[in-house]
């Protein structure tokens, strides 16, 4: 599903990369890639998507039906014979895939040619943006959990195909498994699930459903007891089944909770199960849940032992999408700069570096130190818009974040697997002290620019301004 | 971007699908595809994805790689020889795609052996929810642009591939054109854009951009005439190439606005550009539009003639997701339901058909009528939930939404186009009265069941009560 024409783009591009290819060929860009504002009005987001579109760059090509279509639009003989041959041959510089970023701030720097680096813009922005959004979302969720089990449960409400990325983006931010199979399969995560209320249904007769269920796959069974009562009927029958598969020497995993008030039917079922003698089967516990309702049933100190994530997962509910950016910083050499009328919204120009100050603890300190990517070493960061806040770098290790992915078109490293990233991930987050991760008000994590990186910003700022 | 393979489903479809297989291989089973509310806070949905789901079906098989997986999940060698050899060749009755619909009632019904009707459950929700909100949302906004030009531009902010399939479900529900390439060829829609800010960013001149682009595509040529200051730098220099364009014989399509107060500026552009004789130039404007904001610059007189939307559009926001669901309504022949503690949110039993009730005016009447799909005619029909609210339906027009659109796993009719269902979805929609298009308390258009249905959906309830 990673099988991505070059078509798969704006039209748009396509028509800038012909006047391109008439007037200026070989000339050179490079663009930045980066959001304005955290999703989910937290502090952080976790950058994911990274590996697919460098596997989908390295095999980016215009099929013949795309060339053929594309001539209905009016585009020259000689630059659909540059589309055939298209192949994009940049470099890019990004942060790990899996790392803590911020806003306003280059996770990712594109340079080539212009037209390679101009027509690859959608596709990096659809992937990296959606993915970088649901990595995020996991990863509140996972705040949310503890160390409870999470299982991704979304594709029948997902955007389509889109659900075959959001399982990999609910990994790396943390999640232990997912229902999709497709996806767990092409990204090796593990794959979970456990009964739909039509299995019980088409029995008619409860106990007979879990009954054969528990016999054909005694392995991880889970049986969901809400098809008709649960405390009436769902659970009772359930523990009758856990007694059958412990006198076959299998124990049934757990029992799910899928409708009504989760937190006081837990509970129930807790004591339920306990006082048949089964403490060991577990509570999965679904319906709509969030970081937000998770937490609450947390406090209500809800025995659930699984929690099931569908919708708000994986469509990253409520906000609709990242609102990541891919902005040209250099032209041929040249810095340059996006204006706005809002400063904040002014881009950062020429080829950057972006550096994670670490404490005496460990720990990331609270603000990212951005220079140009020509500089040696930044002893001192600035605030973008005051002169007066400034702050010596001494005392913190300095840890560079955008390192080369791709040279010329050619991936650096070897692809790293998604369970390796989600424990890059994890051992990140533990860096990322707890005030930017509360869902409340979460601490601002800053940006200081070096001396010579503002100086040029404010230089081209003043030479454009009306 | 349709080549879906069977493993693009929830895992517990296969583990259900492996106890059937061992208990009872040759039931058969009805299910039915239903929503359960209107998104949007809306008063209708636009049903689509269906097409796509017919090729889907058609192509459904299970992969070597599959299966090598599957067996690391426990699944028998006897299961996976099944699977090998998996075909789906149930029998589908829906609603045309592009028709109009409305919650708690049957879109789609599928029938057939058991272990096929349930492993197709993922991917008919995935795609069916997921367009059938976009195609809502699409109407939605066209009914605010009234005749105005709509261009869907979301492919970057769209979740990673779910973007294809929202350009083609954004055609249907009244979109004109998409900047989406794939979606375009593949789906036979217009493409269409115009130019980013990096094209001109990376001239440092706009004059000098905006001549080089004109000269290259004359056709359909829109400028960009914000990057540094609209009124004072991007429209002059618009309309001094207009001007040269117009003495090579070329006309300017238009210019785009894409920040600051829109109406303020589409109303100085439309002036300007008057005053310069260019009348016949279009003004574009994009900028997180949605059916709110179109609605509000249409009251202003904003004098624009094309809209481009990109994430609202795309993505449904602010709704993540439509609820669709799909629930057993027959088993081996027997009636089935789904109960819950919430009435509405029980299921109807048994193959159904809908009626869609027609006026005296060719207009949609306000209720539907269900029946059993056995009934010949439904002379009356009765509320849900309450016997002494019941309609004679003599004086309608009874029109029969679900039709036999697959039988035993082949499609029964030729493949129609998407610009074939946009201009079906039209014409439904102009039978809709206005009641149940506004965005503020729209109308609830109702539902009656015949009194056979209604009788045995209470049979079963009050055999299942506890």
Do not use: W
């Not at 999470?150 to 959001?166: K, Q, V």
């Amino acid at each position: 599903m990673l099988d991505i024409s070059a078509s798969y783009t704006d039209l748009y591009q396509l028509t800038m990369a012909q006047v391109y290819f008439k007037t200026k060929p070989k000339s050179t860009a490079v663009f930045d890639y980066y959001f304005r504002k955290n999703p989910f009005g937290g502090g952080y987001a976790i950058f994911a998507g990274l590996e697919n579109i460098l596997e989908i760059f390295e095999n980016l090509r215009f099929t013949e039906k795309d060339l053929e279509y594309l001539k209905n639009y009016g585009f020259e003989t000689e630059f659909l014979e540059y589309l055939q041959k298209f192949q994009f041959r940049g470099t890019i510089f990004s942060a790990a895939e899996g790392d803590i970023v911020f806003p306003n701030r280059p996770i990712l720097q594109v340079e080539g040619n212009i037209i390679e680096v101009q027509i690859v813009e959608t596709v990096l922005l659809n992937m990296l943006n959606f993915q970088t959004l649901i990595a995020t979302k996991a990863s509140r969720i996972r705040y949310s959990a503890g160390d409870k089990i999470l299982i991704d449960m979304g594709l029948r409400r997902a955007h389509a195909t889109g659900g075959y990325f959001a399982s990999r983006a609910a990994a790396i931010g943390g999640f232990d498994s997912t229902s999709n199979v497709k996806a767990a399969e092409d990204f090796n995560i593990i794959a979970s699930g456990t009964m739909a209320h039509s299995f019980i249904q088409s029995y008619g007769n409860e106990l007979e459903a879990f009954r054969d269920f528990a016999l054909v796959r005694p392995n991880n069974c889970v049986l969901l007891v809400d098809t008709y009562n649960t405390l009436k009927s769902g659970l009772p029958n359930a523990i009758t089944v856990a007694k059958e598969m412990e006198r076959r020497g299998d124990q049934l995993f757990g029992v799910r909770l899928d409708s009504g008030d989760l937190a006081y039917l837990a509970k129930k079922t807790r004591k339920l199960l306990d006082e048949a003698g089964l403490e060991y089967v577990n509570i999965v516990a679904s319906n709509q849940l969030d970081e937000y309702v998770i937490k609450s049933l947390n406090e209500q100190k809800a025995p659930i032992n699984v929690f099931g994530v569908g919708t708000n997962l994986v469509t990253g509910n409520p906000d609709a999408a990242l609102d990541g950016v891919y902005k040209l910083s250099e032209y041929n050499g040249d810095p340059r700069i996006k204006l706005s009328e809002n400063i904040i919204k002014v881009s950062l120009p020429s080829k950057k570096q972006v550096y994670r100050m670490i404490d005496q603890n460990g720990m990331f300190y609270g603000a990212d130190a951005i220079g140009l990517a020509s500089e040696e070493r930044i002893s001192k960061m600035f605030d973008p818009f005051d002169n007066y806040k400034n702050l010596e770098l001494k005392k913190f290790d300095h840890e560079p974040l955008l390192h080369m992915v791709m040279k010329n078109g050619k991936r650096e490293h070897p692809k790293r697997k998604v369970s390796e990233i989600a424990q890059y991930t994890k051992q990140r987050l533990s860096m990322l002290p707890d005030e930017y991760k509360r869902f409340q008000n979460p601490h601002i994590y800053k940006i200081g620019l070096s001396e010579k990186l503002k100086a040029q910003r404010d230089r081209l700022i003043s030479e454009h301004s009306f």
